[in-house]
Each structure stands twice: as structure tokens, then as C-alpha cells.
């Protein structure tokens, strides 16, 4: 969601600041600011609306400092405006910015108006702004004013903190919420997200749950909860600066279906090889967990939900082990039984959302075998806090529909299948089969990408619509979820998704020719029956758009669209495969529509907040 970036340099780090909060527009945000110190004095500036706003602002009143800090808002306590943009300050200059929620801050800031503190915003940052400046005044040194601050507050945060009374340093907290420290030479910088750095550092520190850092220009210190001093490895990020760039499409979105077959074949590569799959691929202790594993429970939001509904289905036919699957937020509050010998899988493009990272320190205290991330981003809290890891390796995605992390998350979610499946029966032969399968995906998405101009016509027909219903089956009922979310999303056209066979329990009745009903119809074992609820939308009036295998034997008439997909599709594959039409689909409607691509209303990147 929100978005921190800070520096201290010898030279002016505004354009940093700038070029930081840029590489994290892609996280959602309604506002943006900054505050550096300049020539002693603190000079702050906010705006509301994108970041090219705030970059007009300061055409028209340059700032420029040696240490300084700037945020990207989404909105939790109070509207957005400018009043309630980050940084927040208090007396002296102090200012902050700080991501999350604080649980407390009402009965913070009771306490400070009575110690004579003014409010002008409604959010809980300025709290924690005025917190920190009490105990300023009274402790006389910045850091450990922030230590004695995080000390009192409940909830979640990640903090950057700078003072006139204090120009020569910034502080950063974290709980809850990431927070990475960028090294330079003899300049070092702070960020909520690895991206924003990346054009002026590849070596990052992580600060962990209660850490406090002091961030100086030739010097870090980071201290833990408990007072020690703590020595964070240093890490060589292996992501790329220019992997936030559009290159020659229209949008990142449209960029990042495209690069589905190399996302794919990247999270399969050094995995799977002559019809064999690594283990160790999973982390040094996989095999000897996976020999134990009974059962399976999957825990993960959004997107992600859909690729865990997916696994369910592979996990139970190939394997024949029972799999549950959760949403995370949901999971959290039910008071969950744990079977023996379960693994607890998470699924997470950022590694940073906070219902499923809260899921997982639930799970590590309820008696699971062991817990297995996937996720794409190495650095990431998920990653870190897990026994055993998949990196999905689709790179950065920038839009916040997400589309590569979607189906690299499919194929990590086959290899785990094909893993449990050698400890559950399944010899060489049918491991050699699925892996080969795995295989061929980049081949079949780069075919299934072909359709695009065909499905950019089909579009037009969708801009006028209000609604849409999506149908499958099988394993193919979650894709048929992920592409109405997928339109809704970004075209902001009310879609819902059912499994077929349930259309007569209800749905039916919504079904009229203002309502397309789009279906994803593979060659497998459930087509004859798909094909007959088809037929019950037609006999209602029903248009049907159908995505359908070549041999389905589905066939376009009045009233019925057939998009051919390509041949000899598996019903291992078809979930990945039949994703990608879905997207394209989504993708230019909104393009008619107007709608805003890479970044729709009222949406983050990454839900850090719960």
C-alpha cells in the first residue's frame, strides 16, 4: 500500500526521493509528500493525487536537502487530502512518515492534547509524530526518543523520522510492516520496498519485527526489541533497476502478460530437468518433510486464493492427500484444527501482505509440520519467516492486477504437487509425465498470447456491459474466479464467477442479453457436462463467450462466440493456459473503458495492512 523512501547523501537526495516514490506508484497510493532538511530548516511538501502532481509542485517550489523523506498514502485514517498526506510533523521540525496502523493512537492522542499538542490532520501518524517529539524533549536524542515512542505503540508501522535537531541522521522503526535499509558509499538510504532503491544501491539490510536503525551517511546501527545491538546480514539484491520500465507496451500490465513464457520458464528452470523435479528446489529440508506430509493446508488472499484453489485440485487427484485452502484473513479468526502432518503453504506475490504473514505466525504456533512460502519477492518478511521456500522468479509487477505472479504461481504449485506426489505413490513414469507437462507451459502461453488482436475485437462487445458472469469447471471453476476478478478490477464491470453445475441453483436467474457469460472449456472429463449448462444459458437468452479446446466439439452459432485455444491442452496445464485469454480479455476492455490500468481506483499492490 503505502510507500517510504528516505536518504542522507552529500548531495541533494530530492531527486532520489522522487525517483523512489515513482518506482513504488505501482503499490497504490491517493497522495504523496516529502520533507528534507534544508540549510538547517526542515521544507516539507504534499500533494494529492499521482506523483507527477507532487513533481509539479516542485517546479513551482524547488526544495533541495541532504537528508530527507518522502510517502506514498493510502488511505486508512482520514480522507485523502493534503492535510492528511505524509510527511506529518511536529514542533521543531521534526517529521515522519510511517506505514501501517497504530491500534492505540486515539488514547495517544488524548494524552498529548492534554500535554498541550495540536492536531491538524485525522490520521494516527501524526500521532506518532507528536509522540516522538514528547520524548525528544525529554530524552534529548532522536533515537532513542523513537525507541521510547515505538515502546508505547500497538499495532503496525514502519517509520522514517528526520529533525532540524538532528540534520546529520533519519531513524527507521518496523513492526508489522517491511522496512529495507539501502548501502551506499558514504550515503545510505531507507525504503519500504526494495524496488525504490534499486537505481542507486544493490546492497540492502533488513530490519526485523522491533528493530530501530539509526542511519547515518558512513554508518548504520540497527538495535533490536530488546535493546542489543543487532548485526542484519548484508544482501545483494539480484533484482534489476530496469525491471520497472514499460519498454514498447502501452501499460505494465499488457508487458507483464506478455512476459508470461519467460516468467514460467525462469520458475521452472534448474527445477525441473530430464522429467525430474529438485527437491531441493524447496529448501535443504524439503524431502524429509514432504516424506511426512498427510495433508495439506493453503492459506493465501486474492489472486493468490484463486492459484491455492487451483493446487487443491492437483494436490487431491494426484497425490490423494487431503488439501485445504483458506483465505487468509478468514483463517486468522475461525480457530483452525490441525490435522497431524500437515504443511502449512502460504502464497504471496509481495511477501508482505499482512493477512497472510499474520496467518503464518499463527500456523508456526498451531502445531504444523513445517510452513512452505511461495512467494515472489527473495528479500520479502514471508520469505524469511518460513522453513521452506519456492521463488516464483516473475520478476517485478508493477500493475497491481496481477497477471505473471499469478500463473508462476500455478507452476510452483505443480512442482509441489509433483514433489509430494514421488512420497505418495506416484513412480518415475507418471513424475516423468508431469514434469513434461510443466515443461511445455512457456511453449502453449506463447500460443495462447496469439489470440490477442481476436480478443481485442471481442472487447468491444464487453465496454457497454454492467455485468458478466464467468463459468467453469473443475479446475477450472478458480480460473473462471480469477477472470472475474480480473474485469472488475480494472474495468470496474461487476463480474462474478460460478462453478457451471451451480447456475441452475440461483445464477440462472441473473442471465439475460445484457449479461455475456464467458466459460473456459478445456477437453476433459467435465465438458460434456459444462456443455450442458452452456445450453441452459442459451435456452435463457444468454450470450456465451466460450474459450474452448479445438476437439470440444463446441461450436459458434447465434449467440454463441467460440475462441479456439490451443491444442492438446492437459488438465495439468489447462489452468495456466486458459488464465491467459482471461487476462487479455480483462486488459482491453478497461483500455476502452478508459479506466486507469496499472493502477485502479481504490486498490493497492501489496495489502500491508490488515
Request: hydrophobic residues 45%; contains cysteine.
Amino acid at each position: 500500500m503505502c510507500g517510504i523512501v528516505g536518504a542522507i547523501a552529500e548531495r541533494n537526495i530530492v531527486p532520489i526521493l522522487m525517483e523512489g516514490l515513482r518506482r513504488l506508484e505501482y503499490r497504490g497510493y491517493d497522495s504523496a509528500g516529502l520533507a528534507v532538511i534544508e540549510s538547517g530548516r526542515l521544507a516539507r511538501l504534499r500533494t494529492v493525487g499521482k506523483v507527477r502532481v507532487l513533481e509539479e509542485a516542485l517546479e513551482s517550489t524547488p526544495v533541495a536537502g541532504h537528508v530527507g523523506i518522502a510517502h506514498t498514502r493510502w488511505a486508512t485514517h482520514g480522507v485523502p487530502s493534503e492535510r492528511n498526506a505524509h510527511p506529518h510533523v511536529s514542533l521543531g521540525g521534526l517529521a515522519i512518515v510511517h506505514n501501517g496502523i497504530i491500534e492505540n493512537h486515539e488514547d495517544l492522542r488524548e494524552d498529548l492534547k492534554r500535554r498541550g499538542y495540536r492536531f491538524e490532520s485525522e490520521t494516527d501518524t501524526e500521532v506518532v509524530a507528536h509522540r516522538i517529539h514528547y520524548h525528544l524533549d525529554t530524552l534529548g536524542d532522536l533515537f532513542k526518543a523513537v525507541r521510547a515512542t515505538v515502546a508505547e505503540l500497538e499495532g503496525a508501522y514502519a517509520l522514517a523520522v528526520v529533525s532540524e535537531r538532528d540534520p546529520e541522521r533519519l531513524v527507521a522503526a518496523r513492526e508489522g510492516c517491511p522496512v529495507v535499509i539501502g548501502l551506499g558509499l558514504e550515503e545510505n538510504f531507507v525504503a519500504s520496498d526494495v524496488a525504490a532503491l534499486l537505481p542507486v544501491t544493490r546492497r540492502f539490510q533488513f530490519l526485523e519485527e522491533g528493530d530501530v536503525a539509526e542511519i547515518r551517511r558512513k554508518a548504520v546501527r540497527v538495535i533490536d526489541r530488546d535493546g542489543n545491538i543487532a548485526d542484519r546480514p548484508v544482501r545483494e539484491s539480484e533484482l534489476s533497476a530496469d525491471g520497472a520500465e514499460k519498454g514498447p507496451f502501452r501499460h505494465f500490465m499488457l508487458k507483464e502478460i506478455h512476459e508470461q513464457p519467460r516468467a514460467l520458464a525462469d520458475t521452472l528452470a534448474e527445477r525441473v530437468a530430464n522429467g525430474r523435479l529438485f527437491e531441493a528446489a524447496f529448501g535443504p529440508a524439503a524431502t524429509d518433510v514432504f516424506k511426512r506430509v498427510a495433508g495439506v493446508h493453503i492459506v493465501a488472499c486474492g489472486t493468490s486464493f484463486h492459484a491455492a484453489c487451483v493446487a487443491r485440485y492437483f494436490i487431491e487427484q494426484i497425490c490423494r492427500i487431503p488439501c485445504a485452502v483458506d483465505i487468509a484473513s478468514e483463517y486468522r479468526y475461525r480457530n483452525p484444527l490441525v490435522p497431524p502432518n500437515s504443511l502449512f503453504v502460504t502464497i504471496s506475490q509481495s511477501g508482505e501482505t499482512a493477512d497472510t504473514l499474520a496467518a503464518l505466525r499463527l500456523a508456526r504456533q498451531s502445531g504444523y509440520l513445517s510452513a512452505l512460502a511461495i512467494c515472489n519477492a527473495p528479500e520479502s518478511s514471508l520469505v524469511r519467516e518460513s522453513e521452506l521456500v519456492m521463488l516464483t522468479r516473475a520478476g517485478p509487477e508493477i500493475g497491481v492486477a496481477s497477471t505473471k505472479a499469478f500463473t508462476t504461481q500455478l507452476a510452483a504449485l505443480s512442482m509441489l504437487t509433483v514433489a509430494l506426489a514421488r512420497h505418495h505413490g506416484a513412480d518415475a513414469e507418471r513424475e516423468h509425465g508431469l514434469v513434461t507437462r510443466l515443461v511445455e507451459l512457456p511453449g502453449l502461453i506463447e500460443k495462447a498470447l496469439t489470440l490477442d488482436p481476436v480478443i481485442h475485437r471481442l472487447a468491444e462487445r464487453f465496454a457497454d456491459k454492467r455485468h458478466a458472469l464467468f463459468l467453469g469447471r473443475g479446475a477450472l471453476y478458480p480460473i473462471a474466479m480469477e477472470g472475474a476478478l480480473k474485469l472488475k478490477e480494472i474495468s470496474y464491470i461487476h463480474a462474478e464467477s460460478y462453478p457451471a453445475g451451480e447456475l441452475k441453483h440461483g445464477p440462472l436467474a441473473l442471465v439475460d442479453v445484457d449479461m455475456p457469460v464467458i466459460a473456459v472449456a478445456p477437453n476433459n472429463d467435465l465438458l460434456e457436462k459444462l456443455k450442458s449448462n452452456l445450453m441452459e444459458v442459451r435456452a435463457r437468452g444468454g450470450e456465451l463467450v466460450v474459450f474452448a479446446d479445438p476437439e470440444s466439439g463446441i461450436r459458434a452459432s447465434d449467440g454463441v462466440t467460440v475462441i479456439e485455444m490451443p491444442k492438446h491442452v492437459t488438465w495439468f496445464q489447462a489452468p495456466a493456459i486458459y488464465t491467459v485469454p482471461l487476462q487479455l480479455l480483462a486488459y482491453h476492455v478497461a483500455v476502452l473503458k478508459g479506466t486507469d490500468v496499472d493502477q485502479p481506483r481504490n486498490l493497492a499492490k501489496s495489502v500491508t495492512v490488515e
